[in-house]
């Protein structure tokens, strides 16, 4: 490996947030003038039946040019999310009775079936 791309490589400052299957990489790195830049990795780990297992990677360099509207665009996402939908983590993963809103629920021979309440209705009276 060449000296110049060793240099290129350098990481200045790093931190590291695992999530789940997930991990986050943060790093500062140097660029060839010297400056620096931030990059954003996320590793996702995939297990094959057999067991073994192989990492998806995908990365986005931000360099300071970019920083305030990256960081405005970031916060305004985050706000509108909790706004609409609050803190509590919604999903098929983290809620083992988890339903769509469409999704109906159906009895063990495919019927449909429901929770709510229904008045009873009296056909005589229509």
């Keep these: 490996m060449s000296e110049r791309h060793i240099e290129d490589q350098e990481e200045i400052y790093s931190k590291v947030l695992r999530a789940g299957r997930r991990t986050y990489f943060f790093d500062v790195r140097s660029t060839k003038a010297g400056?620096?830049?931030?990059?954003?990795?996320?590793s996702k780990k995939f297990t094959h039946d057999d067991g073994s297992?192989?990492?998806?990677?995908?990365?986005?360099?931000?360099?300071?040019?970019?920083?305030?509207?990256?960081?405005?665009?970031?916060?305004?996402m985050m706000d509108y999310i909790i706004d609409e939908k609050g803190?509590?983590?919604?999903?098929?993963?983290?809620?083992?009775?988890?339903?769509?809103?469409?999704?109906?629920?159906?009895?063990?021979?495919?019927?449909?079936?429901?929770?709510?309440?229904f008045t009873d209705v009296d056909f005589d009276d229509i």
């Design 35 to 42: 400056d620096y830049y931030l990059t954003i990795t996320e």
């Design 53 to 76: 297992f192989h990492y998806k990677k995908h990365k986005i360099y931000l360099y300071k040019e970019d920083f305030d509207a990256f960081k405005e665009h970031v916060i305004e």
């Design 87 to 117: 803190t509590e983590v919604i999903s098929e993963r983290h809620q083992k009775d988890f339903k769509k809103e469409d999704e109906g629920e159906f009895s063990s021979n495919g019927e449909a079936t429901s929770t709510d309440s």
